[in-house]
């Protein structure tokens, strides 16, 4: 069975400040990893995924994640916060592989971005 | 761009009454999911469909039924909604050519009153 975990439920920033959300997963296997964002009143939106090529992936809006295997995380980052980041943010795992159909979600962190 | 479409926004439904959410996608996806989003647990599966007609049970899915007569639409049916059933509805469809991304409908938030 395979489990994310997201250290944090809310998170705040000062505009311009370092973002650091962090997920830590359980799985017997190197999975596929993603971050997805949910702006106010939408759907999820991916940001980027890690799908066993480069260890640190590069998303949209700035935003990167780094794979480390030895401390099973994939923690998402952004040099500079902008406040158009506030968000909630969902860390999800799925086993490699196309026949694979579940994603496993995290809890969310929600992002608040201070003027 | 993907499209994923949710046919409501905002439902208001009374306790007893049967309630269907509809999702359309426009991308050809075989696999197409509902999940409920609640504060503080994320988004659980429901249930999820891999092919026209077939269905698999996600995490949580007594209360709630599917249907999928054709590709493109993928149906969540409350037989007998209840207060516990208050959430926001997320639909999505999965790329199996592209990693496994999901795509995902604004969503539906319904109030069982």
């Known amino acids: 069975a395979q489990s994310v975990t997201q250290l944090g439920s809310h998170v705040s920033v000062s505009e311009g400040a370092l973002v650091l959300l962090r997920c830590n997963y359980s799985?017997?296997?190197?999975?596929?990893l993603f971050w997805y964002v949910q702006y106010p009143n939408q759907g999820l939106q991916l940001l980027l995924k890690?799908?066993?090529?480069?260890?640190l992936v590069k998303g949209i809006n700035g935003f990167e994640a780094e794979f480390k295997k030895s401390e099973t995380s994939f923690h998402l980052t952004k040099p500079s916060a902008h406040m158009s980041d506030a968000a909630e943010y969902f860390c999800?795992?799925?086993?490699?592989?196309?026949?694979?159909?579940?994603?496993?979600f995290g809890k969310g962190t929600k992002l608040s971005v201070i003027p | 761009d993907v499209k994923v479409t949710q046919s409501s926004r905002y439902l208001v439904k009374r306790t007893g009454e049967k309630v269907f959410l509809e999702c359309v996608q426009d991308?050809?996806?075989?696999?197409m999911f509902w999940y409920r989003q609640d504060p503080g647990l994320g988004l659980r599966l429901i249930y999820f469909?891999?092919?026209?007609?077939?269905?698999e049970k996600g995490d949580i899915p007594e209360g709630y039924s599917v249907s999928r007569e054709k590709k493109e639409r993928f149906s969540l049916i409350l037989e007998s909604a209840s207060t516990n059933q208050t959430s926001m509805y997320l639909c999505?469809?999965?790329?199996?050519?592209?990693?496994?991304?999901?795509?995902f409908g604004a969503g539906t938030r319904l109030s069982v009153l």
């Open positions: 999505a469809t999965r790329d199996s050519l592209a990693k496994n991304i999901q795509y």
């Open positions: 799985s017997s296997v190197p999975p596929y």
């Open positions: 890690y799908t066993s090529a480069a260890t």
């Open positions: 999800a795992v799925c086993p490699p592989g196309a026949g694979s159909y579940q994603l496993t």
């Open positions: 991308m050809d996806h075989e696999n």
């Open positions: 469909s891999y092919d026209v007609k077939m269905k």
